[in-house]
């Protein structure tokens, strides 16, 4: 295998990888978005003294997390349909469930961060006459979701990194094409290299702007307090 052989395919098929890594892009940050609010849901539910709420919600977070991309990517796609009634197109298999196992770990970062608050922020809130709603939409959530920033955004690395095995429900990211360029061109070798070094610049660019993020959040303490001021 020569770089030039690499540069060919780069000529040749640039303009169909583009498209495979913007599908992977926009699926993660959709997952992710998705993620970030049902694992919030997710979170206030264990947290809930409602027995109604919090056992189903530990039992939904636990399969999430528990269970790999891979079976939940195909048993969504060919299980559930046969159980609601309802299929899906690929894109919306792989969605549902990055966005399930994302949901699953950041329900427990939630609860972690929220857990970390002081005690006396809820009594004095409690002490003001606050509703419990009010407290945690004004002051708790606010500071957990600041505090658990590093641990949603390497949870998206993953959500990312985990885009890569939704090709076999045959939704068009960057490892679709691949196998479609391999199947056109008889080169596995230089193809599935080029494809590893895409991802691996990708990943790569977007874990070390994650990680410069993260060296900045101590200077976000100030909005920190002044976003949990009831």
């Not at 640039?14 to 992710?32: E, K």
């Not at 539910?45 to 709420?53: A, E, N, Y």
Request: glycine residues 4%; hydrophobic residues 55%.
């Amino acid at each position: 295998m020569s770089f030039r052989r690499l540069y060919g395919l780069i000529l040749q098929y640039g303009d169909v990888l583009l498209q495979g890594v913007w599908t992977t892009l926009t699926l993660s940050v959709i997952a992710m978005a998705i993620a970030m609010v049902a694992g919030l849901v997710a979170c206030l539910c264990v947290l809930s003294r409602q027995r109604l709420l919090r056992y189903p919600a530990t039992v939904l977070i636990e399969f999430c997390r528990n269970t790999p991309i891979l079976v939940q990517v195909v048993w969504i796609h060919y299980a559930l349909p046969d159980l609601i009634g309802v299929k899906f197109t690929a894109f919306t298999s792989a969605t549902i469930a990055l966005a399930m196992q994302s949901s699953g770990y950041l329900a427990e970062e939630y609860r972690a961060g929220i857990e970390s608050i002081d005690r006396g922020q809820f009594e004095a809130a409690q002490s003001l006459g606050m509703t419990y709603a009010r407290l945690m939409r004004r002051i708790v959530i606010p500071q957990a979701v600041l505090r658990i920033t590093p641990g949603i955004l390497n949870q998206y690395v993953n959500c990312l990194k985990s885009t890569s095995i939704v090709s076999i429900i045959a939704v068009p990211d960057l490892m679709y094409y691949a196998t479609l360029i391999v199947t056109s061109t008889f080169l596995p070798m230089p193809v599935y290299t080029l494809v590893a070094l895409i991802y691996f610049l990708l990943i790569f660019a977007i874990a070390m702007a994650v990680r410069i993020a993260i060296s900045r959040l101590p200077n976000l303490s100030y909005f920190a307090h002044v976003s949990g001021a009831p």
